[in-house]
């Protein structure tokens, strides 16, 4: 088919639906790139790839990945791109807010149970003696695991992203559709869609820190004690900061323990922007940058931790 053919089959579409053809393209550049890094890791760090591979088809097989994968895509196609917000023409924001805060809560999830699963479940069950027993270092075991739980995680930001974004595109027009207002072109759909781009990014950072964090829990904890101290620490996270420069953060005492746990906690709150992308501020690249940077320092830091305490953890 020429071009030609294909420009009028292309003005009969609504323009939200035209704007959302660079989805296709990112969402086929991500998983190439998720290919490429594994193709690196299985050069630089041969002994690490396999369990990275092993832990990630695990993860993928597992009943509660296409759950939460098929809850995600049907509330935001069926759900909330149709809900009542009641916000006079700007319902797109509450879509927005809603769409990122239920990727982020699913994807924490996924990556805390699955710590769980398969580093601790692992070494209750003996499973992890015959592992460690073949020419495989135990920080090889942490990393390979750590790898193979992000892989679903990043898989499930992939998938709902997509869609996600297709939703904000959809919201946009129909926003115009019930206030009456000029439809949007599918640039200014495309604008929309990029605006909310860096809160998924920002997302799946902070669940990697949390990813990070549960598998040091896990190497000494079960289960039900990681998901307890995972979602305190991310409600402290998010809260202390608020804490420190509020007036109860005032008193003495009250400010030294926020200093205190906002030093050792991650700061969950730098990668919560859904208030300003909602209110339709762009996100700076050099903000993007130094989120990625104090996600990689803190990844590592936690992943340090949690090599020291599975180093003299007994598994026999």
Not at 101 to 109: S, Y
Not at 118 to 128: K, N, Q, V
Not at 155 to 184: C, N, R, W
Request: contains cysteine; negative net charge; glycine residues 6%.
């Amino acid at each position: 088919m020429n071009l030609p053919a294909v420009n009028p089959l292309l003005a009969e579409l609504p323009p939200w639906l035209v704007a959302t053809w660079p989805i296709a393209l990112g969402v086929l550049g991500a998983m190439a790139a998720l290919v490429a890094l594994y193709a690196l890791l299985s050069t630089f760090l041969p002994k690490v790839a396999p369990i990275a591979l092993m832990t990630a088809k695990a993860g993928l097989s597992h009943p509660l990945f296409w759950v939460e994968l098929a809850f995600g895509a049907v509330v935001l196609i069926l759900f909330f791109p149709f809900i009542p917000y009641y916000t006079l023409g700007e319902d797109i924001k509450m879509l927005k807010d809603s769409g990122l805060t239920l990727m982020l809560v699913l994807a924490v999830m996924f990556a805390l149970l699955t710590s769980s699963w398969s580093i601790a479940d692992e070494i209750d069950g003996r499973t992890a003696v015959t592992l460690l027993s073949k020419p495989i270092r135990r920080w090889q075991f942490i990393v390979g695991k750590f790898l193979g739980i992000l892989v679903p995680v990043a898989l499930m930001f992939i998938v709902l992203g997509g869609i996600f974004l297709a939703t904000v595109s959809y919201k946009a027009s129909d926003d115009a559709h019930e206030t009456a207002a000029t439809q949007p072109t599918a640039a200014q759909c495309q604008a929309e869609m990029a605006q909310v781009l860096p809160g998924i990014v920002l997302a799946f950072l902070e669940t990697t820190v949390l990813a990070a964090i549960s598998v040091a829990i896990s190497t000494r904890l079960p289960m039900l004690a990681n998901l307890l101290i995972c979602w305190t620490i991310y409600l402290l996270g998010h809260l202390m900061p608020a804490v420190v420069n509020s007036a109860v953060g005032q008193y003495p005492l009250v400010r030294f323990m926020g200093k205190f746990l906002a030093t050792l906690l991650p700061n969950l709150d730098d990668f919560n922007i859904q208030a300003g992308i909602a209110a339709g501020s762009s996100v700076p690249l050099d903000y993007l940058g130094w989120a990625a940077l104090y996600c990689a320092l803190y990844t590592t830091a936690a992943l340090v931790l949690a090599l020291l305490l599975f180093e003299d953890r007994d598994l026999a």
